[in-house]
């Protein structure tokens, strides 16, 4: 147990839960709500942004040149022709039993973004990781004289293209889902690569990634001290790429890229986002770079009428004490005698991106945390009700339509933003961010996990 008199951040634990009473909670392991109140409208906090829709359509083109090589060397994207998206879905049986469990209505819809199914690697690290690995063989590529403007791009796939890209690494930290991405397209181009696991990563992410040649480097610490290793491995090789999952503006526009896909996919379904029907999106948040770049994306196409919420384990709401504090990455959950130990291996991390974190600050709505048990719980549900299966940490956004309902400062949230009456028309947006690739027997202990907590 932490003292409440160790100083973090020239404060006091004490101090902190006085001047900032989510700490409280959060030290407590309670389930969390912290609504943003430096949140602003989007005209005021785009002014000091310093990334653009510009990036987004840039890192959307960029996906574009590159879909006829995604199409020949990942046969299972031909049906989006190289395009690697995801569906969306309403949950309507899950909505109903989540309203019947928690005796209160749901108004609006409940959807669900299918990143659990993303072709190549199964989770939201299909979008920012694939796109950074395919951003930095172009790079190479043209440096080299290899690639011209208006070139068809399955060169990639040809014998003078991985010979060049076998003489380059690319190194990358990761608790599992973001090294498979990294490690699965990288060495489909010919890169050398090796991947930074923590303590958290799955054997079977390890075992997939070996069996295609990728150089896997296991730690018995956390994320963290996985992605400052490679971090400083990487910083020997100049022919080296470091993916840094901490600050990386090219892996945070490569999820943002979702945001477009997502308008049409809206527009052909004739949804309509806008003041009178607001969008509530939640997403998992691990270091923050996949929920900060998609949240990004979706305010600068829906600005006001898109309302982003973070979720986090209970034991590594490392996103939420940042935003809470003020403090962003100079805290992390060690600091407040929380141990990042949980069951949702993708948010398994204790301090949160700054970059993400001080970029957001005037977009985000609020972070939240549940415990570990109610995702299992939900796992199950999900399966039972509408026959999608989830790794644990794509259950997280799941409680968020809940908590709209449930939770005083969500309610309040409702009330300020002018939203009251409105909410009939709201679309809910759970982000599942993992799961098609977790091996049958693996997921059949999740399933029965969460059927025993039910
Ligand atoms: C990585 C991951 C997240 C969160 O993304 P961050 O960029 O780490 O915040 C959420 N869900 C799953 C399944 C993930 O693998």
Redesign the pocket.
């Known amino acids: 147990m932490t003292s409440l008199n160790n100083i973090v951040a020239n404060k006091s634990i004490a101090e902190w839960i006085v001047s900032c009473p989510v700490v409280g909670d959060i030290c407590e392991l309670k389930e969390t709500v912290w609504v943003n109140p430096d949140k602003k409208p989007f005209n005021l906090a785009i002014a000091s942004c310093p990334l653009t829709m510009e990036d987004i359509v840039d890192a959307a083109d960029r996906l574009d040149r590159f879909a006829p090589y995604v199409r020949k060397v990942f046969p299972e994207t031909a049906a989006t022709g190289g395009i690697i998206e995801s569906d969306i879905l309403p949950i309507p049986h899950m909505q109903k039993l989540l309203e019947e469990e928690e005796n209160i209505p749901i108004p609006g819809q409940m959807w669900l973004k299918l990143d659990s199914h993303l072709p190549i690697s199964g ?3 299909a979008r920012g990781g694939i796109y950074e690995v395919l951003k930095t063989a172009e790079d190479i590529a043209i440096s080299n004289g290899l690639l011209q403007e208006g070139d068809d791009y399955t060169v990639f796939d040809s014998e003078p293209f991985r010979a060049l890209f076998s003489n380059y690494e690319i190194v990358v930290g990761s ?4 090294g498979l991405s990294i490690g699965i397209m990288s060495a489909k181009l010919g890169f050398q690569v090796t991947v930074h696991m923590s303590a958290d990563a799955r054997q079977w992410k390890k075992d997939l990634l070996r069996s295609k040649g990728v150089r896997v480097v296991e730690y018995d610490s956390d994320y963290s001290i996985a992605v400052a290793e490679g971090r400083k491995l990487a910083a020997q090789n100049p022919r080296c790429h470091f993916v840094d ?1 901490e600050n990386s503006k090219t892996l945070f526009l490569g999820y943002a890229v979702a945001a477009l896909r997502l308008k049409k996919q809206l527009d052909e379904k004739h949804i309509a986002v806008d003041q009178e029907h607001p969008l509530f999106v939640y997403l ?8 900060g770049g998609v949240s990004f994306g979706l305010k600068m196409v829906f600005g006001d009428a898109v309302h982003c919420f973070f979720a986090e384990p209970t034991h590594a709401p490392c996103m939420m004490l940042g935003m809470a504090t003020g403090e962003n990455h100079n805290v992390c959950v060690q600091d407040f005698g929380l141990d990042n130990l949980t069951a949702a291996d ?2 398994a ?1 204790g301090r949160a991106s700054g970059f993400v974190g001080s970029l957001m600050r005037p977009f985000m709505s609020g972070c939240y945390s549940l415990k570990d048990e109610r995702m299992f719980r939900m796992l199950a549900q999900l399966a039972d009700s509408e026959n999608i299966y989830l ?1 644990p ?2 259950l997280a956004g799941m409680y968020g339509p809940v908590l709209m309902q449930k939770s005083e400062a969500m309610g309040k949230y409702i009330v300020d933003s002018g939203l009251e009456g409105k909410m009939a028309n709201a679309l809910h947006l759970v982000w599942a ?2 799961g098609n690739m977790v091996p049958k027997e693996e997921m059949q202990s999740y399933y029965e996990k969460g059927k025993s907590l039910l």
């Open positions: 989770s939201i690290k608790t599992g889902n973001l999952d998992p948040c691990g270091v923050g770079g996949g929920p993708g948010l991390v790794e940490s794509a961010t993992g």
